[in-house]
């Protein structure tokens, strides 16, 4: 009897240890998928609904198109083989499992922060917590000599940090959040800063607005005017929640993908730590008096320009026939928006009262999607194929642009056809291809001038 109640204490002690084990392990993916969630790795690496996290997404870069890669637990096509050790020097030093170097689209610089324990726990959360999918991507492939990946252990060199976060004793525990998880897993830097010449990111301009792709990211520092610092903790803590702050921004292209699938799913003192780091961040390199780009334009038509009237003729004006066909069903005649905020208006709009006007030429072209709680946002893009419907060419969405932008937001920012072509294209391009490109040409220039100088001395 003593064996059998020594035999069964014994089951049940290690019956609790594997529950109390599996319990363990269910908390450590379940703060992985968190930590996945806030780092927004479906926004480059989810193609398809259906197949999370598989790759296959083209991102589009100033130096060419870079393919997102597969990295379900897939041990043909993903990251399946993958050691913690080699999991964890791909997110902080950028390196794949093979030795290959990875291009910073991937956000490894941010990474690089990320805690051993918060690593350890996207690593349990991609092995156990994604489903495996079987399916290989496109490789990318950047125009010489930028596809030589081994070049970049010398950036890496020049601009890659130690990995690690060194919290400021000087500050609350909030703050130390929010600058980890600004700086770490969110990388807003990554969009929001401005890059050099090298496309790093210059940390003395951080946060000040820098265009990607299409879209510009602009200044999230504290400076009152270019930046947010007239709103309210809980001003940046909606926007972040809902994508939307009313009669001030609403969110669009990459930012409406964070909110989407990232920032509305963060917890209430994670986003108001990130609020309150936000808020410390200092601005150097802007101007901080004058009209925030938060406040500027007003309430007004053009309509008898057109439509003409009892007593006087109509007076072209393409600019409101473009606002009137295309804009005014939603945004009101007056660019007021509606009442409950859905459709917002086009004065006091960051869209309008930008410096550059990236923002309101991509929205104009490539509409607006953005889902949250609230339900879901949905602008139709006005940049479709010719012959379709919706379609307006560059010079239509000049004039309309310029039209919005004299009445309802900065009067003192003007687009050109030129410009739309070039937001059309996917953006500015890095001169650095052809820099690099025109580097080599001339190293193997002078290599080859060398060896005939060597050639023609020893036959002299």
């Known amino acids: 009897m003593l064996r059998f109640k020594q035999s069964t204490l014994a089951l049940m002690l290690a019956f609790s240890s594997v529950t109390v084990h599996a319990a363990s392990d269910d908390a450590l993916v379940k703060k992985g998928e968190y930590l996945a969630v806030a780092a927004d790795c479906t926004a480059c690496h989810t193609a398809s609904v259906s197949q999370p996290f598989a790759g296959g997404k083209v991102i589009a870069s100033p130096v060419g198109e870079i393919i997102a890669t597969n990295i379900t637990p897939s041990k043909a096509d993903g990251i399946g083989n993958y050691s913690e050790q080699q999991f964890a020097d791909a997110l902080r030093k950028g390196i794949r499992a093979d030795g290959a170097h990875l291009y910073p689209a991937m956000p490894y610089t941010a990474y690089a922060t990320l805690t051993d324990e918060d690593i350890h726990a996207l690593y349990a959360y991609f092995m156990s917590g994604v489903q495996p999918v079987d399916h290989p991507t496109a490789q990318t492939h950047l125009p010489f000599p930028l596809n030589l990946r081994f070049s970049m252990m010398f950036w890496n060199a020049l601009f890659l940090n130690a990995p690690g976060y060194q919290p400021d ?6 703050w130390n959040r929010g600058r980890y998880l600004v700086e770490g897993a969110a990388h807003c830097s990554t969009c929001h800063t401005p890059r050099g010449f090298l496309m790093q990111e ?22 009152p005017v270019s930046g947010f610092g007239q709103w309210s903790q809980q001003d940046l803590i909606t926007y972040l929640r809902t994508g939307r702050l009313a009669g001030k921004a609403q969110a669009a292209g990459s930012m409406a993908e964070a909110i989407t699938h990232s920032f509305q799913h963060l917890s209430d003192e ?28 007003e309430a007004g038509n053009n309509l008898a320009a057109f439509r003409g009237h009892a007593f006087a003729e109509p007076v072209s004006d393409e600019g409101a026939r473009l606002f009137s066909g295309n804009c005014a069903s939603c945004h009101g005649s007056s660019g007021q928006g509606t009442k409950d905020g859905f459709y917002p208006s086009l004065f006091h709009n960051s869209a309008t009262a930008e410096r550059n006007s990236s923002n309101l030429i991509a929205t104009i072209l490539f509409g607006v999607e953005r889902d949250t709680a609230q339900g879901n946002v949905f602008m139709p893009p006005f940049g479709a194929q010719p012959n379709a419907l919706n379609h307006l060419d560059n010079q239509q969405i000049a004039t309309l642009s310029n039209w919005i932008l004299h009445r309802y937001g900065n009067q003192n920012v003007t687009v ?7 937001i059309r294209q996917g953006g500015p391009s890095s001169p650095l291809v052809l820099l690099a490109q025109s580097g080599v040409v001339a ?7 060398f060896i005939l100088l060597l050639i023609w001395r020893r036959k002299r």
Do not use: C
């Not at 004793?169 to 909030?174: G, R």
């Not at 210059?202 to 400076?223: C, E, L, R, S, Y």
């Not at 986003?271 to 500027?296: K, N």
């Open 169 to 174: 004793t000087a500050q609350t525990a909030s």
């Open 443 to 449: 190293a193997v220039l002078l290599v080859i001038a």
């Open 270 to 297: 994670d986003l108001m730590a990130i609020a309150e780091y936000m808020q410390s961040v200092p601005d150097h390199t802007a101007f901080a008096s004058g009209a925030s780009r938060f406040t500027q334009g």
């Open 202 to 223: 210059k940390t003395d301009a951080a946060f000040t607005g820098a265009q990607v792709g299409p879209w510009f990211a602009p200044n999230i520092t504290a400076n």
């Open 416 to 422: 050109s056809p030129e410009q739309v072509a070039e």
